[in-house]
T-cell receptor, first 111, second 112 residues
Framework: DVKVTQSSRYLVKRTGEKVFLECVQD?????MFWYRQDPGLGLRLIYF???????EKGDIPEGYSVSREKKERFSLILESASTNQTSMYLC??????????FGPGTRLTVL | GENVEQHPSTLSVQEGDSAVIKCTYS??????FPWYKQELGKGPQLIID?????GEKKDQRIAVTLNKTAKHFSLHITETQPEDSAVYFC???????????FGGGTRVLVKP
């Protein structure tokens, strides 16, 4: 059974804190993605990675960075959390232009 | 870049009726169009996809149609059931890349 896991389902942080969201996939996929989901806006791509140590900016990278040291793990980092980063964060993985498999999401609240 | 618009944002149907969700895209180079279903508390899951060399695809009660000239594609759900209640997302991508651009989502409610 294919699986994408995310480190937390719910997270509450304070403004200015550094936040790490972790994602692990067990399907040996080369591509991994981080999205944020907000009502009415769908899923917006923050960053993606097509190989270890490779990353590309998505549509809304400002305020975020990523790390991919191992093929199965892709981390999203909020260097200094702000209230407008309160959102649902979804990680996904895939082979090239095929089905993306999503994790269950992390609902982050920044106070 | 690509822009995908999805309508309606909410859709309420009676059990047994059909539901139709429509999406338009802007990049004529897009050639892969998946549809995802997101149930409460879960991540989105692929339910059907279509590539630009095909005009229609069916899988049991679900069908997707693609009009490349008009740059729009639609999801059709027939004989809706309560378990079809969810949020549905359309998306588009080009052959050159692996990233998807998603529509804003449609919340479907099937009333028993």
């Amino acid at each position: 059974d294919v699986k994408v896991t995310q480190s937390s389902r719910y997270l509450v942080k304070r403004t200015g804190e550094k936040v790490f969201l972790e994602c692990v996939q067990d399907m040996d996929h080369e591509n991994m993605f981080w999205y944020r989901q907000d009502p009415g806006l769908g899923l917006r791509l923050i960053y993606f990675s097509y190989d270890v140590k490779m990353k590309e900016k998505g549509d809304i990278p400002e305020g975020y960075s990523v790390s991919r040291e191992k093929k199965e793990r892709f981390s999203l980092i909020l260097e200094s959390a702000s209230t407008n980063q309160t959102s649902m964060y979804l990680c996904a993985s895939s082979f090239s232009q095929t089905e993306q498999f999503f994790g269950p999401g992390t609902r982050l609240t920044v106070l | 870049g690509e822009n995908v618009e999805q309508h309606p944002s909410t859709l309420s149907v009676q059990e047994g009726d059909s539901a139709v969700i429509k999406c338009t895209y802007s990049d004529s180079a897009s050639n892969y169009f998946p549809w995802y279903k997101q149930e409460l508390g879960k991540g989105p899951q692929l339910i059907i996809d279509i590539r630009s060399n095909v005009g229609e695809k069916k899988d049991q009660r679900i069908a997707v149609t693609l009009n490349k000239t008009a740059k729009h594609f639609s999801l059709h759900i027939t004989e809706t059931q309560p378990e079809d209640s969810a949020v549905y997302f359309c998306a588009a991508s080009t052959a050159a890349g692996n990233k998807l651009t998603f529509g804003g989502g449609t919340r479907v409610l099937v009333k028993p």
